[in-house]
């Protein structure tokens, strides 16, 4: 019988990079199952088209299934869904509303009840060998003080409902684990662009922060909350993330755990600043504001939002109480060659890629 790799999130970000590592990592005859939305099925045929115009032996390997993780079955065809759960021996799940500012009832329908029909859909797998989801290291909510992998629920309070729903959708995938469901947890901190080329596809996060200071003339207004002396910022780049995961995913002794994809050793507030100002060529100009008044006015005041292109539930992770640990991460992940770079080593990278295509 063939085997297969099913995977959500493709042609999204980090799911497009992925689909790349594990051609590379399994064989010929094993083929890559994605399951694509309706909506972005002509931007999935694009990818799969440009994959296999740069890499020809891997012609016919991306298999593209329109499919909706929020209804049951995916929205497949029954005997089209039980084909496939016959051929899985591994799933990627990466699908979700990755926004901050995303209402409580659409992140309950994606990001909760989609990983529900996802671990269902596992379930129904008999030659399933690992469930492989992709949760958040923003689970740990605003809980103060040291967030360890082995943790989740701490009785934390949320940012806002996107950390809620991730939150509740691991909860889901660790009782799965914990009943014998072969899972494995990646969480990764704030992604950024490729270390190495500074490309992305998303400008959200951090991006908010750079493309409002560049657009300002030399000195630019900014600003802060809180002491920016207390408080970290876990940056990570898409690359270390991406190759994180494949790497680890292969491991035998990966089922069961769960990995905190951060920093550990990440910038404080007060040295990003210091690092933006560099890396763009701006002089600062600081502006002392409480966080709840910066979203307040930006909700508020007609066209700010626009005008500034931040989002303001982004004030959040500048006065974030929660600083994580990843030692499982780096104990899997030693004489592996793969280790997560300082945001400081690759900023140019990102600001010159943000510059050419923003």
């Known amino acids: 019988m063939s085997q297969a790799i099913f995977l959500t999130g493709f042609p999204g970000f980090l799911g497009s990079e992925l689909v790349v590592r594990l051609l590379e990592r399994y064989p010929s005859e094993v083929s890559l199952a994605c399951l694509v939305q309706s909506k972005f099925w002509p931007l999935a045929e694009q990818r799969v088209a440009d994959l296999e115009k740069q890499h020809p032996q891997w012609a016919g390997r991306i298999q593209l299934f329109n499919g909706d993780i929020t209804v049951a079955n995916l929205g497949l065809e029954p005997k089209l869904s039980q084909r496939l759960q016959?051929?899985?021996?591994?799933?990627?799940?990466?699908a979700a509303i990755?926004?901050?500012?995303?209402?409580?009832?659409?992140g309950l329908r994606v990001n909760v009840e989609g990983t529900r029909f996802m671990l269902g859909f596992a379930e129904g797998s008999p030659n399933l060998r690992r469930f492989h989801y992709i949760s958040t290291c923003y689970v740990s909510g605003r809980y103060k003080g040291?967030?360890?992998?082995?943790?989740?629920?701490?009785?934390?309070?949320?940012?806002?409902y996107y950390e809620e729903t991730k939150y509740l959708a691991e909860v889901a995938v660790q009782e799965r684990m914990a009943q014998g469901l072969p899972i494995t947890i990646y969480r990764p901190a704030i992604v950024q662009g490729d270390s190495r080329t500074g490309a992305t596809q998303k400008y959200d996060g951090l991006y908010y922060l750079l493309r409002w200071i560049m657009r300002q003339p030399r000195w630019a207004l900014v600003p802060v909350l809180g002491n920016p002396r207390h408080y970290e910022v876990n940056l990570v780049p898409s690359d270390f993330v991406v190759e994180a995961i494949t790497y680890l995913s292969g491991l035998e002794q990966s089922k069961g755990k769960v990995y905190q994809l951060c920093d550990p050793h990440p910038l404080t507030v007060e040295q990003l600043l210091k690092l933006v100002a560099q890396a763009t060529a701006h002089r600062l100009i600081r502006l002392p504001?409480?966080?709840?008044?910066?979203q307040t006015v930006l909700k508020k005041i007609p066209g700010l939002r626009r005008f500034?292109?931040?989002e303001p539930e982004a004030f959040n992770y500048f006065t974030h109480p929660t600083v994580y640990s990843c030692e499982e991460t780096m104990r899997d992940l030693a004489g592996s060659g793969?280790?997560?770079?300082?945001y400081a080593d690759y900023i140019s990278l990102l600001i010159s890629f943000l510059r050419e295509h923003w």
Request: charged share 20%; glycine share 6%; proline share 6%.
């Open 86 to 94: 016959a051929e899985i021996v591994e799933i990627y799940h990466l």
């Open 338 to 342: 793969i280790s997560c770079p300082s």
């Open 308 to 310: 500034t292109g931040i």
């Open 289 to 294: 504001l409480p966080a709840a008044l910066a």
């Open 146 to 160: 040291l967030f360890r992998e082995t943790d989740l629920d701490k009785g934390q309070t949320f940012n806002n």
């Open 98 to 106: 990755y926004d901050l500012g995303v209402t409580r009832p659409l």
